[in-house]
């Protein structure tokens, strides 16, 4: 019998050895002919920020850029300064409404989705429910009541008209649920024993738990914040983002062209670099998404 189940192994074991690395070839393969065209596009904005006026204009486009030229960037920050509102003030509103809405919607995403993950009330599913139904409607759907709320309220011109929305933002309950319910109750137990209270419950064992989670979600929210130009409620210049000023110089014409290809790959850069400093915590959070008690 004993030799039997090694034949049966050393057989599995040797099938598997071979097909993974057939599997692996091919999916090497794929996954190089995947990556190649996905970062194309991130090689073109690269290039194009460096390149001249002919070569941006050269038909057919070429990827690589042939005379590099720091032209682009000069002739942005001098657009930039020679506006009436400084370029430091949109900075600093790009990061009041970025950081207020990524924050925030972190904080009470997670707050409401503690007691929806670990205690039990009447209505709880139905709440729940209604989170995963409005993830169907798109945010276009939602534009005049959001602002018929924002007058009622009379935050418009004002930071918390586009800080406020970024809170309800229903994936963030979704997935902080999702992985609060992975953790064990017994956890929660122990500390009720040890004489927690649900607030140093929260902060001090569901949270830290789930860092990859509000870490994820926090990358998806800077990227929807940063993209904000906050036209429909900002009035006031010196309110509007960092955002807004760079997409009215891309639509200055063939004269700005070389400053809208450095206004691209700042716009792209921003969201990137954040993504590469949570980038281990996402894969973390990929990698533990199907764990269980």
Same mark, same amino acid.
């Given at each position: 019998?004993? *030799?039997?189940?090694?034949?049966?192994?050393?057989?599995?074991?040797?099938?598997?050895?071979?097909?993974?690395?057939?599997?692996?070839?091919?999916?090497?393969?794929?996954?190089?002919?995947?990556?190649?065209?996905?970062?194309?596009?991130?090689?073109?904005?690269?290039?194009? +920020?460096?390149?001249?006026?002919?070569?941006? %204009?050269?038909?057919?486009?070429?990827?690589?850029?042939?005379?590099?030229?720091?032209?682009?960037? =000069?002739?942005?920050?001098?657009?930039?300064?020679? =506006?009436?509102?400084?370029?430091?003030?949109?900075?600093? /509103? *790009?990061?009041?409404?970025?950081?207020?809405?990524?924050?925030?919607?972190?904080?009470?995403?997670?707050?409401?989705?503690?007691?929806?993950?670990?205690?039990?009330?009447?209505?709880?599913?139905?709440?729940?429910?209604?989170?995963?139904?409005?993830?169907?409607? *798109?945010?276009?759907?939602? &534009?005049?009541?959001?602002?018929?709320?924002?007058?009622?309220?009379?935050?418009?011109?004002?930071?918390? @008209?586009?800080?406020?929305?970024?809170?309800?933002?229903?994936?963030?309950?979704?997935?902080?649920?999702?992985?609060?319910?992975?953790?064990?109750?017994?956890?929660?137990?122990?500390?009720?024993?040890?004489? +927690?209270?649900?607030?140093?419950?929260?902060?001090?064992?569901?949270?830290? /738990?789930?860092?990859?989670?509000?870490?994820?979600? @926090?990358?998806?929210?800077?990227?929807?914040?940063?993209?904000?130009?906050?036209?429909?409620?900002?009035?006031?210049? &010196?309110?509007?983002?960092?955002? %807004?000023?760079? &997409?009215?110089?891309?639509?200055?014409?063939?004269?700005?062209?070389? @400053?809208?290809?450095?206004?691209?790959?700042?716009? +792209?850069?921003?969201?990137?670099?954040?993504?590469?400093?949570?980038?281990?915590?996402?894969?973390?959070?990929?990698?533990? *998404?199907?764990?269980?008690?």
């Amino acid at each position: 019998m004993k *030799s039997m189940l090694k034949k049966l192994f050393r057989h599995r074991k040797n099938k598997q050895i071979n097909r993974s690395i057939a599997g692996n070839t091919l999916l090497f393969i794929l996954m190089g002919i995947c990556g190649i065209f996905m970062v194309l596009p991130l090689v073109m904005i690269v290039n194009n +920020a460096v390149k001249p006026l002919d070569e941006l %204009y050269q038909y057919p486009p070429k990827i690589f850029v042939r005379n590099p030229v720091f032209t682009n960037f =000069s002739d942005l920050f001098t657009l930039m300064n020679d =506006s009436w509102i400084p370029f430091s003030r949109y900075i600093l /509103n *790009s990061v009041i409404i970025t950081g207020g809405g990524v924050v925030g919607h972190v904080l009470c995403a997670s707050l409401a989705a503690y007691p929806l993950a670990k205690h039990k009330f009447p209505g709880r599913d139905i709440l729940f429910n209604m989170v995963v139904l409005s993830m169907m409607f *798109s945010w276009t759907v939602t &534009q005049i009541p959001q602002y018929l709320i924002i007058s009622m309220l009379h935050i418009n011109n004002n930071y918390l @008209a586009l800080i406020l929305p970024a809170w309800s933002f229903g994936m963030g309950l979704y997935l902080m649920k999702q992985f609060m319910e992975q953790i064990p109750d017994s956890l929660r137990e122990s500390a009720k024993l040890d004489g +927690a209270s649900e607030w140093q419950i929260f902060w001090r064992i569901i949270m830290p /738990n789930v860092k990859p989670a509000w870490l994820t979600l @926090a990358i998806f929210q800077f990227q929807q914040m940063w993209i904000n130009t906050g036209s429909m409620f900002l009035r006031d210049e &010196q309110l509007k983002p960092l955002q %807004y000023a760079l &997409q009215q110089i891309t639509a200055g014409g063939v004269a700005r062209a070389g @400053a809208a290809a450095a206004v691209t790959f700042i716009i +792209a850069a921003i969201p990137i670099v954040f993504f590469l400093l949570c980038q281990s915590n996402v894969l973390e959070t990929m990698t533990t *998404s199907g764990m269980k008690e």
